[in-house]
């Protein structure tokens, strides 16, 4: 597969997960910005007209990929085909749990306090 390039005109964000239920709505937000977001996407957790409604919103047709994250070789297609300036990953926790044994010790309520209370204390950001 040749790799695509936009001579500049916008940056690739590849949007793992990119159907699900905060990929979708990240990719519009995405695409609204000014990035050209890609899709990768096993629909595990979601369908594929869930891509049907992001192109009805958006006015576009958003590039997306079937396949599993896990997919070394899906992957490695879609990262051969685009030059990517970042890559957005949304993932299912009870799958990194199964699979790897791992569990997040925090849940999003905490990490979000932590965050807000940072910066609330470095308003210059550092």
Do not use: C
Request: charged share 20%.
């Amino acid at each position: 597969m040749d790799k695509q390039f936009y001579s500049g005109e916008g940056r690739h964000v590849l949007v793992t997960g990119g159907a699900g239920y905060i990929g979708s709505h990240t990719v519009i937000e995405l695409f609204e910005s000014g990035y050209i977001p890609v899709i990768l996407d096993n629909f595990s957790n979601s369908s594929p007209q869930v891509v049907d409604r992001i192109n009805a919103v958006t006015g576009a047709s958003i590039a997306y990929y079937v396949a599993d994250v896990n997919d070394r070789k899906a992957t490695a297609e879609v990262f051969d085909r685009y030059d990517f300036d970042s890559i957005i990953h949304f993932a299912d926790p009870t799958k990194a749990e199964h699979e790897l044994g791992w569990k997040a010790t925090k849940s999003l309520d905490d990490m979000t306090a932590d965050t807000w209370s940072w910066q609330s204390q470095n308003p210059a950001g550092y």
